[in-house]
Structures are given as C-alpha cells and as structure tokens.
C-alpha cells in the first residue's frame, strides 16, 4: 500500500534501500486504498 510505502521512504535520515521487484514498488505506488487512520491529528495541530 502507498501509505506504508511512503513512511518506509520518509523514515530514512540518510539512506533508503528498497529490496524487491520493482513491479511490486510500482504496485504499491498505485495503490492508495488502505484503511483510515482516525489520529484526530488535524484537530491537534489547529
């Protein structure tokens, strides 16, 4: 799922190595279904 993939990504401070297919990375670029997280985040940043 994106949402994974890009924490996956963002976490890294200097380097990100992806290991696996690159068709799987793809499919999981395209991929933006997952479920909602209810964190009420916006709420404590306004």
């Given at each position: 799922?994106?949402?994974?993939?890009?924490?996956?990504?963002?976490?890294?401070?200097?380097?990100?190595?992806?290991?696996?297919?690159?068709?799987?990375?793809?499919?999981?670029?395209?991929?933006?279904?997952?479920?909602?997280?209810?964190?009420?985040l916006?709420?404590?940043?306004?």
């Amino acid at each position: 799922q994106r949402n994974l993939l890009y924490t996956a990504v963002t976490r890294g401070k200097r380097l990100v190595v992806l290991v696996g297919q690159k068709k799987a990375v793809a499919m999981a670029a395209r991929n933006g279904s997952g479920k909602r997280r209810w964190s009420k985040l916006r709420e404590w940043m306004q």
